[in-house]
Each structure stands twice: as C-alpha cells, then as structure tokens.
C-alpha cells in the first residue's frame, strides 16, 4: 500500500466499473464484437491520463477476425471473475467484490457505468469516505424488470430493489451523465450539488450520415424490416416483433425480417418464427462489428423496429436514423425523445405494433416524412456535439478527486487514506 501513498501528482488514473462482457486470449489481450473498442475508450483519454476497465472477463483460445481489441495504449483493464446471470453471480459475489475493490487505488477518478451489480461493491466505499466518483446511466431497471422483458423467479424483487439502488447512487454522485435528456433523470435525479449532463454513447463519424433522405416507392409490394439488439434477455420485444410480422402476413402484407444480434434466446426465437410459418421470412445475421457492416443492412431495410420493454436511449435506432431510415419504437425510456407519438406503441402490444407496421408500409408519403425527420433528428447526435458535454463531465471530476486527495493527502502518509485502503482489501 505504500506506493498507492505515494501517488505521483502529475498522473491522472480513472477506473470506468461496467457489466460488459469480454474476452481475454491467451496472450493477454482483450476483445469485444460489438461494444467498447479501444476507440470507445480514448474519448477518456482527452481528460485522464490512463484508463483501467473494470468489467468481467472469459478466458478464450482465439477469436475471429471480425473482432475488435478493447485494450492498448493507455488503455487496460482489471478483471473481474466472470459470471452469468444471478445464480452465477451469488455463487461467486465473495471473489466479484473483492475483485472490485481491488481494483481502485485512493486518487483514481472513479466512473460507474450504471445500472451495475460490479459497480455496488464499490460505491458504499467511496461513500464512507465521501469520495468522489461520476455515473453514466444508461439504462433503467425499473424497465429492465418489466412482465415480458425478463424471465426469473426474482423479477418483481429486482425490480424493486435496483431502481432503489440507482436512485441512492445517482444521488451520491459528484458528476451524473444521462444517455437520455430528460427520461432517465425524472426517475434518477442527480443530488442537488451534482454536476449533471447528458449524452449517449453511440457513435456516429460523418461516414453514418447519408446525405439525403429517402423517396419510398409509392407502388412498392415486398418490404423488409429490420431490429437490432441482443437476444440474451428479451428487453427488446423481438418475439413481440415476430408476432406482429405475422400478423401483418396474416393479414397481406409481403415482407420479411432482419434480425442483427445473438443471445440465448436466439433459439427459442427461431423456433417461434418457425411455428407461425415464417422461417422464410425471419432471418437471425447473428452479430455484426459495429460500424459499416451494420450501415450496409440498414441500407437495405425500409424501416427499423425496435419494440422494447426497456431502452436508456437507443443507440441502434440512433444509427438507423442517420441512415434515414423511418423507424418504429415503444413509449418507454428515451424513445419519445428521438420520435413523434405517432411512431410509437406501447411495450408488449402485438396487435398495436402489428397495426402501426401496416400503417407505415402503406403510406409512402408518410415514410418520405419519417425519413426525413429522422435523419435532422439524428444530427443532434454528431460526435462534435456529444464531445462538448463529455468532455465537461470528465473535467468536474478530475477536479473533485484531485481535491479529494489534496484535502486528504498532506505531506505525511494520510490517516484516512490509509484506513479507506486497509478496507478496501478486507
């Protein structure tokens, strides 16, 4: 512990604590398919000095080459055992939270990516100590445990228990970011002294932008829809969207559906599709890298559907608008702040979503509409604008831990620094 006292002054060390999961091969590297590239990471960077990843991790022999490298210069990461789902995690929460608190060192700026089961074995420590640490919240898990979005005995406990603790987080927080403008914040209010703003992860260079909106064929007679999202829980209704489709060829209409994404509820999806007579209709890509080979199926979908039970502010339906696609949603989370009312239907709502589908495809003029208000609405969105207000948040912080550790660091070994470090490694 003695050279956590010495830290040296010029440096600059934030720790980011999130649920993602990764993979590690052999050689020490780490790696993600879709989310969190080692570019996602170097927008830190323009304020800290070093990042640490604080995130479980699965040991791998190799991966394909479509994968992406997470960690790198200045970039790398301290892993937690890995785990799935709760009866995992209780199996290992002993080996989790110590592995957690081992991981901060007293002078690192702190950032929780919530909601987060890791980042709770951190966050009554810094309390006790009144140090400081910032949020992102991302999403809500008062939706996340909604009917119909997840299937386990303990849903209506969860569901109680961590909007309760999301809310005492947020409000701890010296710095709080939001993925939504105004969705997340009304349920998860940052304390009254809090620096609070708000931005969303996804990440639109120029080349997601196309430059026009699109003209739909006025006598077109075969459409293609198009979701995106994972399958390990069913937070983005894609059975609920399997359901309308067939309802909507039940009733006439030709077209079929693109799924991008994978998860354990891949197969039970197929097999459903299967049942309502749509295995010609229904086609599982899996998982795509992130970036042009997503932007290539969007280009050739006429409309995106996202029917979620639960979203912080969604991402994939963000990229879809840059591509000016028209795009249907739920009321739930940020959605009503990327759509007009009448794009939306509530969560769970087959024959409502099923209605809307029907709507939208037999209205050209109305999609030339939504695909233009889509694409302005999009432009909100440009990295320029997203930047501003991150990189504003970072710099709070690493203003409020750097006085944290004058105010306790002195020119002898610092008391209570000492004492938060001895329970860190209890």
Known sequence: MEGILHKQQHQSNLIVVLEHRFRQTPDGKLWTLTMFPYEFWQRYLEVFDRVRIVARVCDI?????????????????????????VQQYLLRMGEVKQAVRNAFTPGDAVIMRVPSQVATHLQPVLKQYKYPYGVEVVADPYDV?????????????????????????????????????????????????????????????????????RIPEP????????????????YKAPDVLIEAVAKCVREGLNLELVFVGDGKYREELTAKAADLGL???VSFLGWLPAGEAVRRELDKADVFVLPSHQEGLPRAMIEAMARALPCIGSTVGG??????PEDMVSPGDVPGLARKIQQVLTDSQGMARMSARN?????????EILRLRRVSLYQKLKEKTEQWWEMYRGTDEPKNTEIMSTYLVR
């Open 61 to 85: 022999q190799s991966v394909p080459p479509n994968w992406k490298r997470v960690d790198g210069e200045k970039v790398s990461f301290v892993p937690i055992p890995y785990y799935v789902g």
């Open 145 to 213: 445990f909604a009917p119909g979005s997840v299937k386990h005995p303990l849903r209506p406990l969860l569901r109680w228990l961590f909007p309760r603790r999301l809310r005492q987080v947020c409000a701890e927080a010296c710095v709080a970011a939001y993925v939504t403008e105004n969705a997340l914040q009304s349920r998860y209010p940052a304390g009254s002294q809090t620096f609070s703003t708000f931005y969303s992860d996804v990440e639109l260079p120029d080349s997601a932008f196309v430059s026009l909106p």
């Open 219 to 234: 006598d077109k007679d075969f459409f293609r829809l198009i979701s995106v999202g994972t399958m390990d829980q069913l």
């Open 279 to 281: 295995q010609a209709r």
């Open 335 to 340: 959605f009503p702040e990327l759509l007009p």
């Open 375 to 383: 694409l302005q609405k999009s432009r909100n969105y440009r990295e």
